[in-house]
């Protein structure tokens, strides 16, 4: 029986203006499939963005959705989750919106510890605003702004993440769509900030730069280079190389950024009576 995908989103909002091939598409089933499976009200449910074509997804939502400024989507979501702590949070955008015009918003968000749910599409690229290398466009690589390849490092979004002080951190790819709803859903049930990192691919503006032919070598690469990190425990360093771990990096419980405002306010109250 074929998943009812269409109860999710508002009406008259398809088709969606993403490219053939490009995965965010499939991590938009994996997010209402992990709704479903939580089941939220969405009512109760805030999807926030920035800028980008994997900001667009909440506009396809049925939801309380905010399309914000570019970069501002997790200074937003803090605002929101502030106002209402009692609202589901949920964060989409790309590698580009996240992590450089937004990196100062996401890793203070992290640090706080705020009960939200990041899911950042990592497709290596500035999609929408023409195909400019992001802070995880590999070394090498080209871009509309490095048409002779990237000097730069990579950012690893999910190290990132845990470094800033995430409190779930968990990695998939685009290839692996059964495994994107489990862990939204693990995400939103966490208590903390919570960021899920989706491999994707962008065959217009970074396949077709770098010598891909077709979005099914894309995906191929996604599939070779993903290894689950119970399978990485037992290999050699040697046979790591290239890879990229998936799977639950990381997972703590600590004192959740909101609940500890409150008591911030409690005291502040207690002081002035």
Sequence with gaps: MAYDYEKSIRPGKLPHIWCPGCG????????????????????KTSIVSGIGCASRLPGYMDACTLHTAHGRAAAFATGVKMANPDMTVIVCGGDGDGTAIGGNHFIHACRRNIDMTYVIMNNYIYGMTGGQFSPCTPTGHKASTTPY?????????????????ATFVARTTAFHATQIDKLIAEGIKHKGMAVIEVLDDCPTTYGRRN?????????KRLKEV????????????EQLEGKVLTGVLYKEDKPEYCEMYQKVIERAQGSAS
């Design 149 to 165: 390849g990237n000097p730069d490092p990579i950012f690893d979004i999910s190290k990132l993440a845990i470094g800033s002080g």
């Design 211 to 219: 010598k891909f032919r077709s979005v099914v070598d894309m995906m």
């Design 226 to 237: 993903a290894v689950p990190v119970q399978a990485a425990a037992k290999m050699t360093a």
């Design 24 to 43: 965010h598409g499939i991590v938009m089933k994996g997010l209402i499939r992990a709704m479903d499976s939580c089941n939220l009200d969405r009512e």
